[in-house]
């Protein structure tokens, strides 16, 4: 995994930057909440190390849920249209280190009614909240 161009913001608390190679073919934005001093920062990052190790998995509970919200509806998609429909934009580590903010952005192409940013919260591997409302998990 390589982070590009991290930064620190003191005003946020926050480190930010680009790690190019965790999503196929995509920048990740990569927000790590947190101390500017740098012991804490390699303990962060080796925990997006972790999530990246794990990102297969998680993309498939995150696509899942993206599928039934459109199932029992005029807008139900296969789970491979949506897994083409919507990518991994960007990534946020919490500063308790076990919350994850995580974002799916649609593709340029898709129709109008896909065209959101699906954002969800992950706890120790699971998805606990999600920006649209949900009945199924994944």
Same mark, same amino acid.
């Given at each position: 995994?390589?982070?590009?161009?991290?930064?620190?913001?003191?005003?946020?608390? #926050?480190? !930010?930057?680009?790690?190019?190679?965790?999503?196929?073919?995509?920048? $990740?934005?990569?927000?790590?909440?947190?101390? #500017?001093?740098?012991?804490?920062?390699?303990?962060?990052?080796?925990? $997006?190390?972790?999530?990246? @190790?794990?990102?297969?998995?998680? *993309?498939? #509970?995150?696509?899942? &849920? @993206?599928?039934?919200?459109?199932?029992?509806?005029?807008? @139900?998609?296969?789970?491979?249209?949506?897994?083409?429909?919507? !990518? *991994?934009?960007?990534?946020?580590?919490?500063?308790?280190?076990?919350?994850?903010?995580?974002?799916?952005?649609?593709? +340029?192409?898709?129709?109008?009614?896909?065209?959101? +940013? &699906?954002? +969800?919260?992950?706890?120790?591997?699971?998805?606990?909240?999600?920006? +649209? @409302?949900?009945?199924?998990?994944?």
């Amino acid at each position: 995994m390589r982070v590009e161009d991290l930064r620190y913001h003191s005003k946020d608390h #926050q480190w !930010f930057g680009l790690v190019n190679d965790l999503y196929p073919g995509r920048g $990740v934005e990569l927000t790590v909440e947190g101390d #500017q001093a740098p012991e804490g920062l390699a303990t962060k990052l080796t925990l $997006v190390r972790e999530l990246a @190790a794990d990102l297969d998995d998680v *993309l498939e #509970q995150l696509h899942q &849920l @993206a599928y039934h919200k459109y199932q029992g509806t005029q807008w @139900a998609k296969p789970l491979a249209d949506i897994r083409a429909m919507y !990518f *991994l934009s960007s990534v946020t580590l919490k500063s308790d280190n076990t919350s994850w903010w995580l974002v799916l952005e649609p593709e +340029f192409d898709v129709e109008t009614v896909y065209n959101h +940013f &699906l954002r +969800f919260t992950m706890v120790k591997r699971e998805i606990v909240w999600t920006n +649209f @409302a949900r009945d199924v998990t994944a």
